[in-house]
């Protein structure tokens, strides 16, 4: 991601630290950054009463004589930071500092972008499946109350930025692992609505969000639907493909007087967003990508730790993926039944760790994700 145009909204969340960092010292320049930062929009609410003197004061910050990292690979040396109302303004070597900017000399120390996670539910409440008894009837259309589609784990209408809440206690952990950032949405359903980017900060909601609708998300997991269809995999597949069908004959029907469907209907304003595709395993990896191929689509598939195995079939999709950054933990083998159990799923375990290597070496276009990573890890 590239920060050289004065209107880019990369994160304030950077690390800079010293030549040579040692643990300590990165610790310490990194949170004194977050701090700084974390107060950089309390001015912007401007929306909300204020209890107190209103600060009109733009909040502006220069972080001088930097190496700063634009991207992974790319670096601009003795530049210039600034920082207004808590975005980055510009970045270079020749950036004009306005009056009254409070500047910090860095002395050289270097100035990271902080990771961002492409796949998370931060700060969105859990969706829980609705109790139903052995003796019901099936349930063969939603029971949602609305001009909505007719089955409940299609839902493109879902959009996270409704229901965000900050987390303050996840937001703090993902900063610890060098997370600023993060595209969150729910993760229930086969069409699962849109995901919105949101800063882990300690703001409130309204100036934590970075982009209201980010990305449309899809999975083959009907999630908490309670209806019967779809109950397989194959069943999940010859639905979402019958959405693109009847999303295809809405587009041309709906103009013409046809019925009024809320589902259809944003599902269509969605296609123009980047489509992510929660793929549980490999195998659905390349389900997915017949899908993508046969309606026109790009899916950014996000792996589950097993890509290694099919690291050829899954290059030639020709597709993007998120792949996670955790690893499994080794399998307690004290009783006979553990032995069994673990006998043909050693070799995940030992090669779990070198998953993204595997992926790397050929050239795979990927991008990890946090996924509940561990402190030591």
Known sequence: MSCEKSNNPMLVFCYFVPYKPTPTSMKHFFLLFIGLCSGLTAWAQSTFPVNGVYDKREGLYALTNATIYTTYNQKIEKATLLVRNGRVAAVGTSVSIPKGTVTIDLGGKFIYPSFIDPYTAYG?????????KWTDPPQMVSDKKGAYGWNQAIKPETNAVESFSPDDKAAKTMRGQGFGAVLTHYQDGIARGTGTVVVLGSEAAQESILKDRAAACYSLNKGASTQDYPDSEMGAIALLRQTYLDAQWYAQAAPKGAEFNLSLDAWNKTQ?????????DWLAALHADKIADEFGVSYIIKGHGDEYQRAAELKATGASFIIPLNFPDAYDVETLRCKQCIFGRHETLGISPRQLSCIRKKRHQFCPYYCGLERNQ
């Open 272 to 280: 123009n967003l980047p489509q992510i595709f929660d793929a549980q």
């Open 124 to 132: 969105l409440p859990e969706s829980a499946p609705k109790g139903r």
